[in-house]
C-alpha cells in the first residue's frame, strides 16, 4: 500500500522558514513523480511544485519561485520542501502526492495523497 505522510508544517511569521517532508513507503514504481500541492480555505487545490524520480527535473509555480525548494533524498524516500521567504498568501495546508509515470502533470494525474500539514504564515 503506497503511504506519504508530510510534516514539518507550523506557524511561522512572514518572512520565515519551514521545510517540509513527504516521506514515501509502500511501492516500487521506476518512474514516478512526487508533487506538493496547497490548499487555502475557500480555494481550489493548486500546485506547488514538482520532482522527477527520473531525471530529477523540477517544476514550481510561478508564486513561488526563487522562495521554494524541493529535493529528495532517495535513500529515505523522502521528498523536502523547502520554503523561504514566506507570505501570509502562503498558509494553506499543503499536500505531498505521487503521479506515475514522472510526468508532473496536473492534479488530476495523481492517484496517492499524504493526509496534509498544515502552514501558517503570520503577518
Known amino acids: 500500500e503506497v503511504q506519504l505522510v508530510e510534516s514539518g508544517g507550523g506557524l511561522v511569521q512572514a518572512g520565515g522558514s519551514l521545510r517540509l517532508s513527504c516521506a514515501a513507503s509502500?511501492?516500487?514504481?521506476?518512474?514516478?513523480?512526487i508533487g506538493w500541492f496547497r490548499q487555502a480555505p475557500g480555494k481550489e487545490r493548486e500546485g506547488v511544485s514538482c520532482?522527477?524520480?527520473?531525471?530529477?527535473?523540477?517544476y514550481y509555480a510561478d508564486s513561488v519561485k526563487g522562495r521554494f525548494t524541493i529535493s529528495s533524498d532517495n535513500a529515505k524516500n523522502t521528498v523536502y520542501l523547502q520554503m523561504n521567504s514566506l507570505k501570509p498568501e502562503d498558509t494553506a495546508v499543503y499536500y505531498c502526492a505521487l503521479e506515475r509515470p514522472g510526468l508532473c502533470g496536473p492534479l488530476r494525474l495523481y492517484e496517492y495523497w499524504g493526509q496534509g500539514t498544515q502552514v501558517t504564515v503570520s503577518s
Open positions: 520532482i522527477s524520480s527520473s531525471n530529477n527535473n523540477t
Open positions: 509502500g511501492f516500487t514504481f521506476d518512474d514516478y513523480a
